[in-house]
């Protein structure tokens, strides 16, 4: 039996896996973290990859290590291309390297199970755990970290014209900078059809008020 299994090992399930380990709530052999992906973090690598990301849009406050300048004393902060902006976003390297330090430290990757729950139940004082391979874990807590990442909704409006419009979380798109027509192109498109209406919308006001 485990102390802890965390469902999800993306960054909130290996920021609550690094708290436990690093404030000695439990040990290494007593947790574990089941995720289908080879490595943590797999999901949030693929998508920031996907869009081509070099700055994180939070601060440099957010990470996954416990103390709040963790991220910060990493890399000397006078370095312009670490951090961004009076927030100090950090380039996505810059936050990748630091989870990579912070996983080590913790040798979260020890605690790592392959694999996708697909159930999970209460017997007395203890959580049961199954997994799609057919394993079955026993823990005393059970913390769910498995988002809404992978969940694709289209909505109904753009249903229609499915084959223009690309999702995130879609396996078919690789990378937005692989899109035709490019994404620049599909803003600048955007602003002068904008351009247009405005023009057309203030002659139309001038005309009813003379
Ligand atoms: C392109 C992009 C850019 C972003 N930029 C930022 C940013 O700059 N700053 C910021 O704060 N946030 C950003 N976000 C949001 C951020 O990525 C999410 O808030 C974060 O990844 C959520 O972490 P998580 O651990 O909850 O989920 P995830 O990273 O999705 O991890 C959940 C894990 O659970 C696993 N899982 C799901 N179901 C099961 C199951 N049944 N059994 C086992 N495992 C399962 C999944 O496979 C996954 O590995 C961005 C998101 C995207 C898409």
Request: aromatic share 10%.
């Amino acid at each position: 039996m485990y102390e802890w299994i965390i469902i999800g090992g993306g960054i909130h399930g290996c920021t609550i896996g690094n708290y436990l380990i690093k404030y000695e709530k439990t040990t290494i052999q007593n947790l574990i973290i089941i995720d289908p992906h080879q490595e943590p973090m797999e999901k949030w690598r693929a998508y920031t990859d996907k869009i081509g990301m070099e700055y994180l849009r939070s601060p440099s406050v957010h990470h996954i290590d416990v103390p709040v300048f963790s991220l910060q004393n990493f890399r000397n902060p006078t370095d312009y291309t670490a951090f961004y902006g009076q927030y100090k976003r950090p380039s996505l390297q810059l936050f990748n390297e630091h989870c990579e330090k912070v996983l080590q430290q913790a040798q979260l990757k020890k605690c790592w199970k392959q694999g996708r729950v697909i159930r999970v139940y209460r017997d007395l004082d203890k959580w049961i755990v199954q997994t799609d391979d057919g394993q079955s874990f026993i823990t005393k807590n059970l913390v769910l970290s498995v988002s809404v990442n992978e969940k694709l909704h289209i909505p109904e409006w753009a249903k229609e014209s499915s084959n223009d419009v690309k999702h995130i979380f879609s396996e078919k798109l690789l990378r937005l900078s692989e899109l035709t027509p490019s994404i620049v192109e599909v803003v600048i498109a955007s602003l002068l059809k904008l351009y247009c209406w405005l023009q057309d919308s203030t002659q139309i006001f001038q005309m009813n008020h003379g």
